[in-house]
């Protein structure tokens, strides 16, 4: 595999010019050429660590819908109905008017669907070691429900030590898939996983992995 890796401390989106600097939270980004291939080396990490953290959990807000009808509306979520399966969830919250969706994934990763998590905003995977009830998971989640941002993204973690946080990015030239989780000694596995599988390089040297201009 070509993947690399980066390790950093803090909450650091891979698309965000402001990330947070916090000890206390990790971020470890996986970096490829292309979707797939990042996306096969994220299922590597996962297949070992999956026995720990078998619960996966897609969520995704509707944050570019407007409705101009209530038929408008009602049309949408009879579409959002018909891709859902048992447990899976589509909720608006009354406050914003704004639907979020969590759907099962099964906890195989290899057998997830990924096509609404390649290169998305708006969506991300929730891996848990337990599982919560799905209405209050839905809440909790709708705090990026606007736009994801680090600051979003430690709140919901500060709360949440046990679950991992895992976001994709996609263009033409790269492509990466993220690990946002709680800085502990029960997370220094995940990792420990991801050294034992790929190369490490520092974020300075990214625009040469980019561009095939250095060796890794």
């Not at 980066?6 to 206390?24: F, K, L, T």
Request: contains cysteine; hydrophobic residues 35%.
């Amino acid at each position: 595999m070509k993947t690399v890796y980066i390790n950093e401390s803090g909450v650091r989106p891979w698309e965000s010019i402001h990330p947070i600097n916090d000890a206390r939270f990790t971020t470890t980004t996986l970096v490829d050429y292309d979707f797939n291939s990042v996306w096969e080396s994220w299922c590597s990490v996962m297949d070992h660590l999956s026995e720990e953290w078998p619960i996966k959990r897609e969520w995704t807000s509707t944050t570019a819908v407007g409705f101009n009808s209530k038929a408008e509306e009602y049309l949408f979520k009879k579409y959002i109905s018909n891709t859902l399966t048992t447990g899976d969830l589509c909720k608006k919250n009354e406050n914003s008017n704004i639907y979020s969706i969590i759907k099962n994934r099964p906890s195989n990763p290899r057998k997830i669907q990924n096509l609404a998590l390649e290169g998305s905003h708006n969506a991300v995977l929730v891996i848990q070691k337990s599982e919560t009830e799905i209405e209050e998971l839905w809440f909790k989640m709708t705090v990026f429900e606007n736009l994801i941002t680090p600051e979003k993204i430690r709140v919901f973690l500060e709360s949440h030590a046990n679950i991992l946080l895992c976001r994709f990015y996609d263009s033409e030239t790269h492509a990466a898939a993220q690990f946002f989780y709680k800085t502990s000694h029960e997370n220094e596995i995940i990792l420990e996983k991801i050294r034992n599988l790929f190369n490490k390089i520092n974020i300075e040297d990214i625009h040469f992995y980019i561009n095939r201009t250095k060796n890794t």
